[in-house]
């Protein structure tokens, strides 16, 4: 006898129970319940597309960002059928797809990956620790989206001297463990919003377990203060226009200096007239593998004696923050595909998207670290693409005997 249909509670209870690929086993159905609850977006009544199935649809969106949502959807549908040996299931249709994740927007998925986002990387795992610090970076990125009204109004256009260009692009600035390249939190905005603001509102995430490395592009006397309160160190990298009057130079060529806030910072009164931090400097020009030198690079850190960081140590560590470009590469070029455009018609659809990819990605990345475990090799050693290809695989073509 035929079975019956799924019905969407049924397909719900299910997820519950499928552990078969990376996705399900880093990101569990527990998480997601919690996610659609705290942000009030679980499913109210039996839908054919229950919330719990949405979620994982957007993420296996930007696993298999080259195939459509129908198909992603089908894979999904035919993973669960394998699993429980039951009859095909029929997926829903392109503009059912789209009002259930219009329904969900993007609250759910900030939520779920601000919870599933934690440090993978352990003392004992290679490249993942500095003295004693887990090194995190922060760097922005951006991404087209659809040229809709709406995202132009939420999102901006490029502008050049013939005036506004090209697709919107959402703008992310992302806090990301070096040792693992696992992404730890986002802030999203558009064409206006400066980076550094975007970063203030991922700076509660830091702690004195972390050394944080930052660019020049988010330097400012009130943001370095707050983060080297938070961080357990910081190595930042600042304009040669600071002026910096040396107060104590050791013997490695690094000296002390005070930086002080802006006459706008205490004229706001955001900073107390004559206050200042004491900071250790490094200047060097990078030597590159074919023997030419770079431009002078200027280091600030909060780490003031130079017998237990030396200047030639933090010079070499501070490159460890182009793991944050690279792991920008993996996701825009390996796992969304290169010049891809986000397929959201709407700013809620598009941001919704950008946190599928983001937890796509960690689950990569958390997959490798496994991986680098059983090795005991670093995980950046290993193949971000082979990975993909595996979990892909894996989600594709489920083992029969789980």
Not at 94 to 107: H, M
Request: glycine share 8%.
């Amino acid at each position: 006898m035929p079975r019956k249909p799924m019905a969407g509670g049924r397909i719900g209870e299910l997820m519950k129970e499928l552990s078969l690929a990376a996705v399900m086993e880093t990101i569990p159905q527990s998480a997601v319940d919690q996610a659609l609850n705290k942000t009030g977006t679980e499913s109210k009544r039996q839908r054919r597309l229950p919330a719990p199935l949405v979620v994982y649809l957007v993420i296996l969106l930007a696993l298999f960002a080259d195939v459509s949502v129908r198909e992603n959807l089908r894979i999904l549908l035919e993973t669960l059928r394998r699993r429980f040996d039951l009859e095909p299931l029929k997926p829903a249709v392109g503009s059912a797809i789209t009002k259930a994740r219009q329904r969900l927007g993007r609250a759910p998925f900030a939520q779920l990956f601000n919870a599933v986002a934690q440090p993978l990387g352990e003392e004992s795992l290679p490249g993942c620790y500095w003295r004693g610090f887990r090194v995190v970076a922060v760097d922005g990125t951006s991404a087209d989206v659809q040229n809709t009204p709406a995202n132009r109004a939420r999102y901006g256009l490029h502008t050049n001297q013939h005036g506004e260009v090209g697709y919107p692009a959402l703008k992310a600035v992302v806090l990301l463990e070096c040792g693992t390249r696992a992404p730890l939190d986002a802030a999203t905005g558009g064409e206006h919003d400066g980076e550094g603001a975007l970063f203030d509102r991922l700076r509660d995430r830091l702690d004195k377990g972390m050394l944080l490395l930052a660019d020049r592009y988010y330097y400012s006397f009130e943001r370095f203060q707050d983060c080297a309160a938070r961080a357990g160190a910081l190595v930042w990298r600042v304009n040669k226009s600071l002026k910096l009057k040396p107060r104590r130079v050791f013997a490695d060529g690094s000296f002390l200096a005070e930086i002080r806030p802006s006459y706008k910072l205490t004229h706001n009164g955001r900073s107390a007239k004559g206050e200042c931090l004491t900071v250790r400097v490094v200047e060097y020009e990078p030597l590159f593998e074919d023997g030419t030198t770079g431009e002078q690079t200027r280091l600030l850190t909060t780490l003031l004696d130079p017998n237990e960081a030396s200047a030639e140590k933090l010079a070499g560590l501070y490159p460890e923050r182009w793991n944050e470009e690279t792991g920008y590469d993996e996701l825009k070029t390996h796992l969304r595909g290169p010049g891809r455009v986000l397929r959201g018609q709407l700013p809620d659809l598009v941001e919704q998207e950008f946190f599928g990819f983001l937890l796509a990605y960690y689950v990569v990345r958390a997959t490798m670290v496994q991986a680098a475990k059983r090795n005991k090799v670093a995980p950046n050693e290993l193949s971000f693409v082979h990975a993909v290809r595996v979990i892909k695989r894996k989600l594709a073509f489920p083992p029969t005997d789980v």
